[in-house]
């Protein structure tokens, strides 16, 4: 995998946000984009932090194991559409194989101040 200029991504444009799940969505095309990428760049939008300074994305979880997923979903039509979720950058991430991203920040306590969560 080639290395790539998170900081050039930008977003954050395409990032949608639903007040009623308190939850951000963006699509990607995982046949022209690193889902992994798509994941960082959109946790930047919704954090409002650059991209190199969140904590790399291989402390979760293997970027190039899901970029794997993605690709071969998109590469085979009889494959089941399938979501993975994770916690990133104190951020609930959900990616579903169909081209949807969705990131819940934490939850925000009773002075409207994020909650770290640990992570």
Same mark, same amino acid.
Not at 40 to 69: H, I
């Given at each position: 995998?080639?290395?790539?200029?998170?900081?050039? %991504?930008?977003?954050?444009?395409?990032?949608?946000?639903?007040?009623?799940?308190?939850?951000?969505?963006?699509?990607?095309?995982? $046949?022209?984009?690193?889902?992994?990428?798509?994941?960082?760049?959109?946790?930047?939008?919704?954090?409002?932090?650059?991209?190199?300074?969140?904590?790399?994305?291989?402390?979760?979880?293997?970027?190039?194991?899901?970029?794997?997923?993605?690709? &071969?979903?998109? &590469?085979? $039509? !009889? !494959?089941?559409?399938?979501?993975?979720?994770?916690?990133?950058?104190?951020?609930?991430?959900?990616?579903?194989?169909?081209? %949807? %991203?969705a990131v819940r920040p934490p939850a925000v306590d009773a002075t409207g101040a994020r909650g770290d969560g640990g992570g």
């Open positions: 995998m080639s290395e790539l200029d998170v900081d050039s %991504i930008d977003r954050s444009e395409a990032v949608d946000y639903s007040p009623e799940t308190d939850t951000y969505r963006t699509s990607f095309d995982g $046949s022209t984009e690193s889902v992994s990428m798509a994941v960082v760049s959109t946790v930047a939008v919704v954090t409002e932090t650059g991209p190199t300074s969140l904590p790399t994305l291989n402390d979760v979880l293997d970027p190039e194991a899901l970029d794997s997923l993605v690709e &071969r979903r998109d &590469r085979d $039509s !009889a !494959a089941k559409d399938f979501r993975l979720s994770f916690e990133y950058a104190d951020c609930t991430v959900t990616v579903h194989s169909y081209g %949807i %991203i």
